[in-house]
């Protein structure tokens, strides 16, 4: 049974037919085209709707997707990403980046001493380069330091 | 003639300065490095570095140098990775895998690596040559571009984007609109009205392509050295004493030449330039040299025939890109994302209004094509070296370098978040086939090419056969309708060669 592509076109359609809803609803002002700001969404859309409907009816081979520990250590991943990007600017670039390099560090090769190297050194390492060599002026350390 | 030397000299005026000079040298290094990594290709390389770049503060034209030389050192540098790893950085690539790789299996991995940086310098300054002879003249024509030709043109490049290189139509074609569809949010140029923002104020602007180039290329391609513990990556062949193999590079210079008319020729178009020209130099030089030629089984022309073509696409790439504002590839279309950076918008105004820009460009390409050929032959095993980085120690390094680079650049959690969600979308498409660079294009051109539409109905007070009304937009619209379904039919004869296995 072909899945993957199925469930992807269904999403596109629904989401396409969102589009083209959404553009209907585009405010138009008095300096008016003649084409306007919503017809080319609205082909757009359709255009791709029409690509959903072709990829349930005729869907390709299944792709080799991950198993589930994987899947797993995929989504970790992309938390950990998220939480990283929120927590650049509150505690500075060298605290984060080394847990964050080491976790992904670790995510690739499953050793713990070798990923916290890796973690350390890459903080320490792209902090040097980016603030001595290329003069971004990056936060090293918490902002609560220094009041 | 004379405009040329007098053009070429004032270029070599800019190129030649100890600082640019110098910035094409470690673009060249950087750029190698980047292609050799296995799986960072010329167009993630490119991307994650242009927000570094904007941040230095260099202005335009060191800018491109920097990055054109980067771009140039990718396309040299992606031979190794796909040669000793069997790796192609990008899918131009592709087809240097095909011999380059049981080559190296055989024992010979030196002499391809040497053949393949000839033959890789032939095609870049071949294709140099015609795109200084070349970009001129198209740029006069395109001063008869209007708005009609424009969006015929951008329709073309959409519809041929999937091409050979796609597997399946329809994912290609959703992949643009996704692209366009994503470059619709934002407010609107014509009204001045907010479209798909759903009120959040982060997207008025839109979304910015640079977050969604990077998302797409970078992070993406994390997701999947996590997914595999870069167990792909290991260096299965021996590199041992690198040395010239005179004959085989006599043997196969005819072949070179050849591979770079048929890769240029084939780079010049919107659109699939790029992945078709290494392709259809392979195939043709495969046809050339039959059945006693032995393509597939690691022959000199099997490695020289697909890199002279790649690079040359690769120059003749950036015509359509410099004069027209359409690449014709993942990576030029990530140079007319920093183009529009730094403000420069691409066209056949550009020769005239900013020769310094091209001729600078251009003048640098030749010499970054000498510095690489130095760099790459005699210092390959350098670069070998850098291979042995673990991915476990790269891959980490590649993400804090895009996150530096997209907060620094707009300094906002909202773009970094947004980028993670375009790694996200990458690895999706990536798994079902859904090619990323049409999105890209899509991100990139889709205003234009809306603008277009639009300007073209206000031009004709909304009669839709205006765009039928000139010659050019005319065949530009049956091209696409054509590249379009073409492939459809040319799938059943022509199959593309698939990554070969162990």
């Known amino acids: 049974m072909i899945m993957s592509d199925r469930i992807f076109g269904l999403v596109v359609v629904l989401v396409a037919l969102a589009f083209i809803a959404s553009a209907t609803q585009i405010q138009t002002s008095f300096l008016a085209d003649p084409v306007g700001p919503k017809a080319f969404p609205i082909l757009v859309g359709s255009v791709a709707a029409v690509c959903g409907v072709f990829m349930i009816l005729r869907p390709d081979q299944e792709p080799e997707w991950p198993e589930l520990r994987t899947l797993g250590a995929l989504l970790v991943s992309v938390l950990v990403l998220v939480v990283y990007a929120n927590l650049l600017n509150p505690l500075g670039f060298l605290i984060p980046t080394a847990f964050v390099a080491g976790i992904l560090s670790y995510q690739i090769n499953p050793r713990i001493g070798a990923a916290a190297i890796a973690g350390v050194g890459l903080s320490l390492g792209l902090f040097v380069v980016f603030n001595f060599i290329l003069g971004l002026s990056l936060t090293g350390l918490p902002r609560v330091l220094f009041g | ?12 005026g800019i190129a030649l300065s100890p600082f640019t000079l110098m910035l094409a040298v470690i673009g060249c290094f950087l750029g190698t490095i980047i292609g050799a990594l296995p799986g960072l290709g010329p ?52 087809m240097t895998t095909l011999d380059g790789y049981p080559m ?41 571009f209007g708005p009609a030709e424009y969006f015929a043109l951008y329709l073309l490049a959409f519809s041929t984007l999937g091409g050979i290189s796609s597997n399946n139509q329809a994912k290609a074609a959703l992949a643009s609109c996704i692209g366009i569809g994503l470059a619709m949010i934002g407010l609107d140029n014509n009204s001045g009205m907010p479209r798909f923002t759903g009120g959040n104020l982060h997207l008025m602007d839109g979304i910015d392509f640079l977050v969604a180039i990077v998302g797409l290329f970078a992070i993406a391609e994390v997701f999947f ?32 030449i050849r591979a770079s008319g048929v890769g240029f020729i084939a780079g010049i178009l ?52 410099l004069t027209l504002g359409v690449p014709g590839s993942g990576t030029t279309a990530v140079l007319l994302a920093l183009l529009m950076t730094l403000n420069i918008t691409p066209g ?53 370098v895009s996150f530096v680079g997209i907060y620094s650049l707009t300094g906002s959690y909202f773009d970094l978040v947004l980028m993670i969600g375009f790694g996200i979308l990458g690895y999706i498409c990536r798994k079902l086939d859904i090619p990323t660079v049409p999105i890209i294009m899509g991100i990139l051109l889709g205003n ?13 007070g909304g009669d839709w056969t205006y765009l039928f009304s000139s010659a050019i937009s005319t065949g530009l619209l049956i091209a696409a309708v054509l590249g379009f379904i073409a492939p459809m039919f040319l799938r059943r004869y ?5 990554r070969i296995s162990d």
């Open chain 2, 448 to 460: 234009a090419m809306e603008n277009k539409l639009r300007d073209a109905m206000v031009l004709s």
């Open chain 2, 43 to 94: 167009s993630n390389g490119v991307a994650i570095l242009i927000p570094l770049t904007f941040t230095l503060g260099l202005d335009a034209t060191a800018a491109l140098v920097l990055m054109t030389s980067v771009y140039y050192g990718a396309m040299y540098g992606g031979r190794i990775s796909s040669i000793l790893l069997n790796i192609p950085g990008d899918e131009p690539a592709l």
């Open chain 2, 1 to 12: 003639m004379a405009d040329l030397f007098a053009n070429l000299s004032l270029g070599f």
């Open chain 2, 104 to 144: 190296a299996k055989n024992g010979q991995a030196g002499d391809a690596l040497v053949i393949s940086g000839v033959a890789s310098f032939v095609g870049a300054f071949l294709a140099t040559i015609g795109l200084m002879i070349l970009a001129p003249m198209l740029s006069r024509v395109a001063y008869s």
């Open chain 2, 270 to 321: 919107p659109g699939a330039g790029a992945s078709l020209g290494s392709f259809l130099a392979y195939m043709s030089e495969k046809a050339v040299a039959g059945k006693d030629g032995k393509f597939g089984t690691g022959v000199a022309k099997g490695v020289a025939a697909p890199e002279a073509g790649n690079n040359a696409a690769a120059g003749g790439a950036l015509i359509p890109m």
């Open chain 2, 225 to 256: 050295f996590i997914e595999s513990h870069g167990k792909d990556s290991a260096l299965g062949v021996k590199l041992e004493k690198v040395t010239i193999p005179f004959r085989d590079l006599a043997n196969s210079g005819w072949c070179m």
């Open chain 2, 348 to 400: 056949p105004t550009l020769f005239t209004d900013r020769p310094d820009v091209v001729w600078g460009l251009i003048a640098s390409l030749l010499i970054a094509n000498i510095v690489l050929l130095l760099m790459n032959v005699p210092m390959v095993k350098i670069f070998v070296r850098i291979l042995q980085v673990p991915p476990s120690v790269l891959i980490p390094g590649v993400t804090m």
């Open chain 2, 494 to 498: 022509i199959t593309k060669p698939q």
